[in-house]
């Protein structure tokens, strides 16, 4: 009863609620595990800065990038599809599309066999980057993502990604710590940018630089400290870490598949959301104990009555009508208890 009032509470205020467990089990958690992009940060990004190493045209950088990212269903392609429309570059066929799970991608463009992604991702494929290396610290500095663009192995442009923190993020982060909770952020984008983000947020710990398949292990790792684990995160690649978490939080606005691995979902992606969330997983946690309550007094003073043990002392005998009166009381008194879950201001 309670946690069906519970979970219709939630829905009120943004918190979708799958399974009953996940309510139950939230109020314990020790560790609440962050990915970045989209779960910390607005999952908006914008290309704000770059560098033209003078290889290729511009346009025709541009035109590249572009056209491989089209196909790509990562959210940092988002940055380079809403820029076609202000440098008027027409996209082109692309062909042997792949992407490289937390890496990048790549294709093959007219005459060009095209990389684009990280610096790892670079010096796994041997492009050498020169100084042009150095940009993923100078520009994660500032909390921006470094995606560099190779055509034929040749490196040609890089590209200097921002997406800043929701501007509701800050004061979530610092609530949670303050409710004691160990906090902590698990991106793969490299440590630099991660550590730059993580600047403004009272964070115990940053992991970066995981692939998607480690995510998940270090979920594991965590647990096997003795946490107890809730995970929040948004993408595809979070969902495997998801799933491992003792409860696994989704952003509604992320994607379908981390929807589905989790047990919760924060309908606005607020992560504000998520204190109303612990709120009420304590005070359902609480009003369980109260009905428990009331049972067992209803019972521990009406079975001997009803029973008749108590007679030889007290002469109380109770009759099957009181008895039954009693007993619907106890449920009414239970149901009034778990209905007051529904005012609970979260
Ligand atoms: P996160 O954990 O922050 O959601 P991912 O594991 O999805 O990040 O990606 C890690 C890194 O791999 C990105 O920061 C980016 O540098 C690179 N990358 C992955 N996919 C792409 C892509 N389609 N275009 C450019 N870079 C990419
Ligand atoms: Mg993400």
Redesign the pocket.
């Known amino acids: 009863m309670s946690v069906m009032v519970g979970t219709g509470r939630g829905a009120l205020a943004g918190v979708l609620i799958k399974n009953a467990e996940a309510l139950e089990t939230l109020h314990k958690v020790t560790t609440l595990v962050f990915?970045?992009?989209?779960t910390l940060t607005e999952g908006k990004p914008k290309i704000t800065m770059f560098a033209d190493l003078r290889i290729l045209r511009a346009l025709e950088c541009w035109r590249l990038a572009a056209s491989l990212?089209s196909i790509?269903e990562?959210?940092?392609?988002k940055a380079f599809t809403q820029e076609i429309t202000g440098r008027k570059v027409t996209l082109s066929a692309v062909t042997e599309f792949r992407?490289h799970?937390?890496?990048?991608?790549t294709g093959n463009i007219g005459e060009y066999a095209v990389a684009?992604?990280?610096r790892n991702?670079m010096e796994e494929l041997g492009i050498e980057l020169g100084i042009a290396s150095e940009k993923t610290e100078a520009w994660g500095n500032h909390g921006m993502?470094t995606?560099f663009l190779a055509a034929n192995k040749q490196l040609v442009y890089v590209f200097g990604i921002e997406d800043p923190l929701k501007s509701t993020t800050a004061e979530a982060i610092a609530q949670l710590k303050q409710a004691g909770l160990r906090l902590v952020m698990l991106?793969?984008?490299?440590q630099t940018t991660a550590n730059a983000v993580a600047r403004e947020l009272p964070l115990d710990e940053v992991i970066a630089e995981v692939?998607?398949d480690q995510k998940r292990a270090v979920i594991e790792r965590l647990q096997r400290d003795n946490q107890l684990v809730a995970m929040a995160g948004d993408?595809i690649?979070d969902a495997p870490a998801l799933a491992q978490a003792n409860v696994g939080i989704a952003m509604g606005t992320g994607t379908d598949i981390a929807i589905q691995s989790a047990s919760i979902t924060l309908v606005k992606g607020d992560l504000r959301a998520l204190l109303r969330a612990l709120k009420l997983s304590h005070a359902t946690m609480r009003n369980i104990r109260q009905n428990l309550f009331f049972a067992f007094v209803y019972n521990l003073i009406g079975v001997p009555i009803a029973a008749g043990v108590l007679y030889p002392w007290f002469g109380l005998l109770l009759s099957p009508m009181l008895a039954s009166a009693a007993m619907t009381f106890s449920s009414v008194s239970v149901i009034t208890n778990a209905l007051r879950l529904r005012k609970l201001s979260l």
Request: proline content about 7%; glycine content about 20%.
């Open positions: 990915d970045k992009t989209g990212e790509s990562h959210p940092l392609a992407s799970t937390g890496k990048g991608i684009l992604g990280n991702f993502t995606v991106t793969g984008d490299n692939l998607p993408g690649n």
